[in-house]
């Protein structure tokens, strides 16, 4: 038995070819049901540690504050709940969840969607524009809320993007930095047959540290971002398209606090 105890198990399972994630905004949401009526709370106040990382400075690769971010990591109180029960899971291997970031103002969204990551995109490749630049942008950024009917996925307070890390410690290596945009950040990177050949140990270490992360997220009822490994979402529309739901739980909402 390693250090990870039970945990060890989900360390050594694949993680499975995901579902596209393409046309989630076109799900339905349950307006009227009772988990949209699920109030926004302080993930601190359901013992999870986190900072949030855009209202930073010690944010690579950004290194500055994002315009309109919050220093409160807030969600909706059954997303809350699903991972106060993840973090009792953890426990038993002195391991804890550390979040980046949950419900998020759309002023940041903004930011990165029109502003940040297409120059920073320009900047690599000159020649990206239109249609192709847009399609990049949006592997990694979804486009800000579009109306009732299509919220982006952390304006509903069901995304969560967060990682492993010991237990007031240092965090899992994950093989990348959060808010990669690369194919280093994609979930199962480390999964694919043609790294095993000449694979390192720090590979190794990545792909079953996201494996952990993954199948505990998985099996507490979230759903994968296919494209970002430290992006979970439950109840959202993104959650609905990967898992097959009739409907979205959560619309968008505001934070008053």
């Keep these: 038995m390693t250090v990870f105890g039970p945990l060890q198990a989900l360390r050594d399972k694949a993680i499975p070819r995901p579902r596209p994630k393409s046309g989630y905004r076109g799900v339905p949401i349950a307006f009227d049901g009772a988990a949209n009526a699920e ?35 807030v969600l909706r109180e059954g997303v809350a709940k699903r991972l106060q029960q993840v973090n009792r899971q953890l426990a038993e291997a002195q391991l804890e969840l550390f979040l980046f970031d949950a419900w998020r103002p759309q002023a940041v969204q903004i930011y ?7 120059a920073e995109l ?44 010991w237990r007031n410690g240092d965090p899992l290596w994950m093989g990348s930095l959060f ?22 140990f720090s590979n190794e ?18 759903a994968s971002n296919p494209t970002e490994w430290w992006h ?7 959650w609905a398209q990967l898992t097959g739901a009739a409907a979205a739980l959560y619309a968008g909402t505001e934070f008053t606090g």
């Design 205 to 222: 270490e990545a792909r079953a540290n996201r494996r952990l992360l993954y199948w505990l997220l998985r099996d507490a009822g979230f």
């Design 39 to 73: 109030p926004l709370v302080l993930a601190q106040a359901y013992g999870l540690a986190g900072e949030n990382f855009y209202a930073s400075e010690r944010n690579p690769p950004y290194y500055h504050r994002i315009p309109g971010s919050i220093d409160a990591i």
């Design 112 to 118: 990165f969607h029109d502003k940040w990551l297409p």
């Design 232 to 238: 979970f979402s439950y109840g959202d529309q993104m």
């Design 122 to 165: 320009k900047r690599r490749d000159p020649s990206l524009s239109g249609a192709a630049l847009l399609a990049e942008v949006e592997t990694y950024w979804a486009a800000p809320s579009d109306g009732a009917e299509a919220p982006s996925p952390h304006s509903t307070g069901g995304a969560v993007d967060l990682t492993l890390r």
């Design 179 to 200: 808010d990669d945009t690369s194919l280093l950040a994609h979930t199962a990177h480390f999964e694919a047959a043609e790294r095993t050949a000449a694979f390192s």
